[in-house]
């Protein structure tokens, strides 16, 4: 109750969610002493793919017995799970005392809650000076609350697609401008490119990263991997191949996020990388809401002989990533969608080809989503489309055969609720 509190104070010290500068973040951290500038970060930018990225990297520097601070946005079950130090969540009491200091020391000034939050990361981890930090930019990156290191290990640029064109000017509403957003402003150290959805995607970042002094890494220029049979992949780059076991999440566009984590690893010479980290760290990877399947609990049992999945994946190239992997099970599926208002819902939809039914539902305490009735009417060109009051309604009005999987998608924020009804 106490944590619930005061997060509730700290959203309303800003009329806005989301107020593009990096002045009040700047001030805060002052104040703080800048803690920020103490810190060995690898810092990770994109549109898709930025947290399976950072959770992969995680577990392969655990095995090497390496000790990670994380900050990663949004939450899917609790705020915790964004404020990890010495490789374990922040309790509700420690949490509580952390937001408690920052509080005093902004005294009451206006302050987006993702600054303040950030500000709150960037002290806590400046107590753990030899921790490395695995941080997630959120909104683009110029003017994002993350983007006021002066140094870093590394920059990764994870997949960049369309989303968020709301934040941008009408007439740079555009995949170009995005790159720019997310991609001008990076640090001189090393930067690694995963694999992108096109050449012009990645011909754009080249370009606008070309004055940048990095060492820069390309996926299949600098490092690469390829599927194996009996259920291996082998990966390679400018210090050799590596033959590496299935990872335990699903999906190739998660073998891409791998392969980008152990290219970042193994191109930090500080931390030895040792084949043996990887191999056992990529079968241990804590991946929430992302192609996550629902073994037990409370929603599994409406489904007890059907797999069902949840992913939170709310863009057009995350609908497209998750479509590949759909396409590749010989099965019949069934989607529940919910989605936030400012999406492309039929962009989003769109990419899923093969589907035996799709049923809408709101998305639970999240005022800025769209109603999962409107939301159908949007979709009425999709065959046998249904609109349901509730999580359980849908999935038990869903006719299951054998064999038939569910998958319920389209929010980060319809994934926690489902978690947590679960």
Known sequence: MKLQKIVSRLQKLHPKEIDLSLDRIKDLCRKLGNPQDNIKAISVIGTNGKYSTIQAMFAILKEANIKCNIYTSPHIKSINERFVFNNQELNDEKLVSLFEEIENVNNNEPITFFEILTAAYFLKSSQYPDNINLIETGLFHRFDATNILKSNMASI??????????????????????????????????????????????????KTISNNNSNKFFFNENYSFILKENNFFYYEDQFGGIKLPMPNIKGQFQLENISTAIATLRT??????????????????????????????????LAKNNKLFVDGSHNPLGAKVLNEYLESLNCNKHIIIGMMANKDHNKYMGYFK?????????????????????????????????????????????????????????????????????
């Open 157 to 206: 640029i994870t997949s960049i697609g369309i989303d968020h064109l709301d934040w941008l000017p009408e007439n740079e509403q555009n995949i170009e401008k995005i790159i720019y957003e997310k991609t001008s402003t990076l640090l001189n150290s090393n930067i690694i490119v995963a694999k992108q959805s096109n050449n012009k995607i990645t011909d754009c970042i080249k």
């Open 268 to 301: 930090l010479k500080d931390f030895n990388m040792k084949d043996d980290y990887i191999q056992k760290g990529i079968t241990k990877i804590n991946s929430i809401a992302r192609l996550q399947e629902i073994e037990s609990g409370k929603l599994k049992q």
């Open 354 to 422: 093969d589907v035996s039914t799709i049923t809408t539902i709101d998305i639970p305490n999240q005022p800025n989503s769209i109603k999962g009735e409107e939301l159908k009417e949007k979709l009425k060109n999709f065959k046998n489309i249904d609109f349901k009051e509730s999580i359980e309604e849908a999935i038990k009005s869903i006719p299951l055969k054998e064999n038939d999987i569910i998958l319920i998608t389209g929010s980060l924020y319809l994934a926690g609720e489902v978690l947590n009804l679960n």
